[in-house]
């Protein structure tokens, strides 16, 4: 079974562009996460989409938002990027259910270098 | 209190040797504690995870030790290999908080041939 596929793996913007970042889910895995993971805030959660629902939401400004299209794919965008957004964006998937039990798998990343 | 606090920052381990990690938490609502492995240039992967109805969880070289009244749990990595050289990171969640974990700030393990 594939992993999770996220594309492109890196980018480059300047201050104040906006971006979109896309996340292919395991096949059969319904639910798709967001994590941004940098050297001084580790990793932290951005936002959980299932059945094309955002079903939970961290602590980020409205600039961070995202979707999960009918085949469970999901997309992120960042508008007005600030330098501040440059991190690793992790994608992650997992079968369904609310439970954090239910193992997540996580793809490799896109890393986004904001100047 | 989200937060889940985690030591060392960095551990440097000989081959064959004992590695462990220690993480901290406030939250009780927290039900669930996974650890995740992470190599350069690769997202992070489960290791190994517990629930606190158990004290402790084995499996092969790595075990993690839960203690609930002290609200910590730690990560063992028995006779350390090279190859588990990574950086580590606890996380803890609820049993209804989806995808949401909580992540301490990570171990960079480096284990000496």
């Known amino acids: 079974k594939a992993g999770v596929t996220q594309t492109p793996r890196y980018l480059i913007k300047t201050r104040g562009q906006q971006v979109t970042l896309s996340c292919s889910p395991i096949?059969?895995?319904?639910?798709v996460s967001w994590y941004q993971q940098t050297p001084g805030q580790g990793l932290q959660f951005l936002f959980e989409y299932f059945s094309e629902t955002q079903r939970n939401k961290g602590n980020f400004p409205g600039r961070f938002s995202g979707r999960q299209f009918s085949n469970s794919r999901s997309e992120m965008n960042v508008s007005t990027l600030e330098l501040g957004d440059s991190a690793l964006y992790l994608c992650?998937?997992?079968?369904?259910?609310?439970?954090?039990?239910?193992?997540?798998?996580f793809g490799p990343g896109t890393r986004l270098t904001v100047l | 209190q989200q937060q889940v606090k985690q030591s060392p920052q960095s551990l440097i381990v000989q081959k064959g040797g004992i590695s462990i990690i220690n993480c901290a938490y406030e939250n009780t609502a927290f039900d669930y504690f996974p650890w995740y492995q992470q190599f350069p240039g690769k997202g992070p992967a489960l290791l190994i995870a517990i629930r606190p109805d158990v004290s402790e969880k084995k499996e092969g070289r790595f075990t993690i030790s839960f203690n609930k009244s002290a609200k910590q749990f730690s990560l063992h990595i028995m006779d350390s290999q090279p190859g588990d050289s990574a950086t580590y990171f606890c996380?803890?969640?609820?049993?209804?908080?989806?995808?949401?974990?909580?992540f301490g700030e990570g171990t960079q393990l480096t284990v000496n041939p």
């Open positions: 096949s059969g895995h319904r639910s």
């Open positions: 996380a803890a969640g609820t049993e209804t908080s989806g995808s949401r974990l909580t």
């Open positions: 992650a998937s997992r079968v369904a259910g609310t439970s954090s039990y239910n193992e997540q798998f």
